[in-house]
């Protein structure tokens, strides 16, 4: 049963970065690469195409990944708000916040990647096995080596990105069967056409 109290920015703006999460964890899910046919032949363009559409891949799981963490924090930010409003929402704003606390700990990661370049600059195999994305025994790309992203993949190194959907999903779910978020603003329903009715002719008598 939607509340009769005017719901708070705060709301709205968790709920927006919730579906925006799940938006780009859909995203991610449906990456996948496939190396150009042409790229098994020894000629030098064709190796240099697959390793550059490789990038490419590479280039956009990162993306997507980046806009996943983004927004986790950002719907954290909002979390507080909610259960002031509505505590009976804090067993499932706990498992959000402690189930993404680990990605707030890994920002640090983003900003400083000293370490990171140290060990192996800008490799793309080393960020892969890293997320889970290829075996971690991984020495080289085969030439004809498919890649996509599934449901194991570590956002940031730790956490599965399939288990933090299903916990984001739920979340956004509770959050429109409590609030009604998506049909709040929907127009009421007038009834039927009201028809026209043509004035009447107005008679005046002289007295």
Do not use: N, W
Request: charged share 25%; proline share 6%.
């Amino acid at each position: 049963m939607p509340t009769a109290r005017p719901l708070p920015a705060a709301i709205y703006l968790l709920a927006d970065h919730l579906d925006a999460m799940l938006a780009a964890g859909e995203d991610l899910m449906g990456v996948m690469h496939a190396p150009p046919a042409a790229a098994a032949t020894a000629d030098r363009d064709d190796a240099l195409i697959a390793c550059l559409a490789r990038r490419a891949t590479v280039e956009r799981i990162r993306t997507l990944e980046l806009a996943v963490v983004a927004r986790t924090l950002k719907a954290r930010e909002h979390c507080a708000q909610l259960l002031k409003f509505d505590a009976t929402f804090k067993p499932v704003a706990s498992l959000f916040i402690g189930g993404t606390a680990l990605l707030v700990d890994a920002v640090a990661d983003c900003a400083d990647a000293t370490q990171a370049d140290f060990d192996h600059g800008d490799g793309l195999l080393a960020y892969l096995r890293s997320r889970q994305l290829v075996a971690g025994d991984a020495t080289c790309f085969a030439d004809d080596e498919k890649m996509s992203v599934c449901g194991q993949m570590l956002l940031m190194r730790r956490v599965p990105l399939a288990g933090l959907l299903d916990v984001v999903a739920a979340f956004l779910d509770a959050l429109d069967a409590r609030f009604d978020l998506y049909r709040q603003d929907e127009p009421a329903d007038a009834g039927p056409p009201v028809a026209e009715i043509e004035p009447a002719e107005i008679i005046v008598t002289p007295t």
